[in-house]
């Protein structure tokens, strides 16, 4: 599409969308020094350390969860009702 160009109806999972081209911006390598397109004020590496630490993170609580949820299975005693369940 071109600047000015106006999409025909597109379905996606945010449900009807109509685009139009408001500016093309040219394709462009960034370095780990450049700012973010939509953040100026952060860079590239920033972006980066941001999300290795949020992934570290996740990591570390879904360790722990899976560690409390063993813990918690070890030392209590389950019944189930069968007769409660829909089946």
Do not use: C, W
Not at 23 to 51: G, S
Request: hydrophobic letters at 40%; zero cysteines.
């Amino acid at each position: 599409m071109k600047v000015g160009d106006i999409s025909a109806v597109i379905e996606n999972e945010a449900g009807l969308q109509v685009v139009r081209v408001n500016e093309v911006l040219p394709q462009k390598m960034l370095t780990l020094t450049d700012p973010l397109p939509n953040n100026p004020n952060a860079t590239v590496q920033d972006y980066i350390k941001y999300v290795l630490a949020t992934k570290k993170q996740q990591d570390i609580l879904g360790k722990i969860q899976t560690e409390l949820h063993d813990l918690l299975r070890k030392s209590s005693d389950v019944k189930i009702f069968t007769e409660n369940l829909a089946f």
